[in-house]
Structure formats: C-alpha cells, structure tokens
C-alpha cells in the first residue's frame, strides 16, 4: 500500500516545485521587508510575523535560479526550519495537491538547474513534472539566524 502526502505546489521559472505541506506554517503575500547589514546574498530582510522576526530567502536565488521579480502571484512561503521561522520567496503558490509515493521518481543529477542533494524527488502528476524539494538542505537555517 502506497503512502498519500500533502504537498504544496509553487512555481520558480515556471518550473512547478513542492515541500510537503507540514513544513509550511502559512501563505502570505510579499510583506515589506527590513534590511540588514551583511545579509547574506540571498536573504532579502526580515520582517515580524504573529511576534516572530522571521528572516526572508529568496528561494530562486538560494538555487541559483536567478532572482525573484516580484509580481501580485509573488507569495512568501512561511516555513519552520529546525524549529526556527523562515519565509522563503516564490513566483506563485499554486495548489495543495495529494502525492502518492509510488509516483515518486528518484532524482536525476540535476533538474531545472537544481542539484541533486536538494531534490528528494520527482513525481508525474496528470503528466505534469513536480520537482520535490527538501527545504532542510535547501536551507541551513544558521546560515539566516539573526537573533
């Protein structure tokens, strides 16, 4: 019997990606960011979250993938990481879709210019691609801390 997750489903270059949906806290829109001197590159500021600060990545440019434009679809993906906050910055977040694990392909070497050590998988939904993240890779939540 085949396991059923929860994904959501954004796009980066219209190239559709998921994180499993219990990695995100919540959806929100592109809030007003706060600058901070020798951020790394592709932190973008901080902002205050339900009395969290929460630092914001820019998740394009983390992969390499070139930099957010951002538009009205721009969301900010809020995402506890080790235990921390974190907004990392999507073109779009489009759906909440059921992914059934026998769907799952192992990871190519690399894909939409990912790498590999970041990519837990690739899944054919409806004959559509979607490239499964793994965000704890992705993001070394050090590597942002700025309390």
């Known amino acids: 019997m085949s396991e059923v997750s929860k994904f959501i489903i954004f796009q980066l270059n219209h190239e559709r990606f998921a994180i499993n949906i219990q990695q995100v806290r919540s959806i929100e829109k592109m809030p007003e960011l706060t600058t901070m001197p020798q951020m790394p590159q592709a932190m973008k500021g901080i902002f205050e979250l339900r009395g969290a ?8 440019e983390k992969l390499e993938m070139g930099q957010a434009e951002y538009s009205e679809e721009t969301r900010t ?3 506890t990481i080790d235990g921390n906050q974190l907004g990392v910055i999507v073109d779009k977040a489009t759906e909440v879709v059921n992914i ?15 790498e590999r050590e970041y990519i837990t ?4 939904q409806d004959g559509q691609l979607i490239v499964l993240l793994d965000l704890d890779r992705v993001l070394n939540f050090a590597e942002f801390n700025v309390s």
Do not use: C
């Open 53 to 60: 600060i929460t630092p914001v990545i820019d998740l394009k």
């Open 77 to 79: 993906l809020i995402l």
């Open 121 to 124: 998988g690739v899944a054919n």
């Open 100 to 114: 059934s694990d026998d769907v799952i392909e192992p990871p190519p070497e690399m894909v939409a210019g990912v």
